[in-house]
C-alpha cells in the first residue's frame, strides 16, 4: 500500500525553505543554498532564468541555449571542442555573397580600346548576384560591405615584335574605374601571350556593380582564349 504526503513547503531543523511551492513554481533551497545532486540525471525540456527566460531548451532533437538577444558568454581558458560537429554558421560569419567565373568563350581584344572581358561561365555564384551574360557583379540586398576581387587574363598570339601594354581594370556601376590590377608590357617575344592578374578589396553597397575591362595597345586584335584557369573572375565578401 502506498502513501501519499502532501505538503506545500519541505523546511530543514532551523526553518529555511529545502522545497516550496507557490502556485506552479517548485523552487528548490533557498538564496545562498548550493543545491547537489550526488550521482544523478536531471531530466528536463528546458532550464529558466528567475525572469523565465529559457537558458537552455529542447525541442525533439534541437538543443537551444539562451533566446533573442541574449549574450552567450564562453569564459576565458574555456575549450569548445567542435572536431568531430556539424556547425551551421549565419549569414553574418558566411564569406558569402562568393563568385567564379571564367571564359568559356574565345573573345577577340581590339587595339587601344577598353573592352570588357566576358567570364560567361559560373563555376560559383552563392547568391545569383553575378550575371555571366554580361559579367556584371551585383551587391545584393542585405549584402553590403568589403568585398576581396581577384582576376586573371591571358591575351594570346602576339606575332610581332613591338612594345605591348596589356591593362586590367574594375568598373564601378558602369564607368568609374575604381580599381587598377595590374600592367603587363613585353617587348620582344615573337608569337608569346600576355598574363596579367590583380587582386583588391572594395568597399560596396547595395545595388553596385562591378564589370571587368581590358585594355591592349599592340597594334592588332588579339584574343582572350577560352580557358578555364589562364582567365578566372571572381570575388567573395569579407567578414569584418
Avoid: W
Avoid at 152 to 174: M, Q
Avoid at 221 to 236: D, I, K, P, R
Wanted: hydrophobic share 35%; aromatic share 8%; proline share 2%.
Amino acid at each position: 500500500m502506498s502513501s501519499i504526503i502532501k505538503v506545500n513547503t519541505v523546511q530543514d531543523a532551523d526553518g529555511n525553505n529545502i522545497i516550496n511551492e507557490s502556485g506552479d513554481v517548485i523552487t528548490v533551497g533557498a538564496a545562498g543554498d548550493t543545491v547537489t545532486v550526488a550521482g544523478n540525471v536531471v531530466k528536463s525540456n528546458a532550464l529558466q532564468a528567475s525572469d523565465a527566460g529559457n537558458i537552455v531548451s529542447q525541442s525533439g532533437t534541437t538543443i537551444t541555449v539562451g533566446a533573442s538577444g541574449d549574450t552567450v558568454t564562453i569564459p576565458s581558458g574555456a575549450t569548445v571542442n567542435l572536431s568531430n560537429a556539424t556547425v551551421t554558421l549565419n549569414d553574418s560569419m558566411k564569406m558569402t555573397p562568393s563568385f567564379l567565373a571564367y571564359c568559356n568563350t574565345q573573345q577577340s581584344i581590339a587595339h587601344a580600346t577598353n573592352t570588357k572581358i566576358g567570364y560567361d561561365t559560373e563555376l560559383l555564384d552563392t547568391d545569383s548576384a553575378y550575371n555571366a551574360s554580361n559579367s556584371t557583379f551585383t551587391v545584393p540586398s542585405g549584402k553590403a560591405g568589403v568585398y576581396a576581387f581577384f582576376m586573371n587574363v591571358s591575351l594570346h598570339d602576339f606575332s610581332t615584335n613591338e612594345a605591348k601594354r596589356v591593362i586590367v581594370r574594375l568598373y564601378l556601376n558602369g564607368g568609374t574605374q575604381i580599381a587598377f590590377f595590374g600592367e603587363h608590357q613585353k617587348s620582344t617575344d615573337g608569337s608569346a601571350g600576355h598574363r596579367t592578374s590583380g587582386f583588391t578589396m572594395l568597399n560596396l553597397a547595395v545595388g553596385d556593380t562591378i564589370e571587368p575591362y581590358i585594355y591592349q595597345n599592340s597594334g592588332s586584335s588579339y584574343n582572350v582564349n577560352a580557358e578555364l584557369m589562364s582567365n578566372t573572375f571572381g570575388a567573395y565578401k569579407i567578414i569584418t
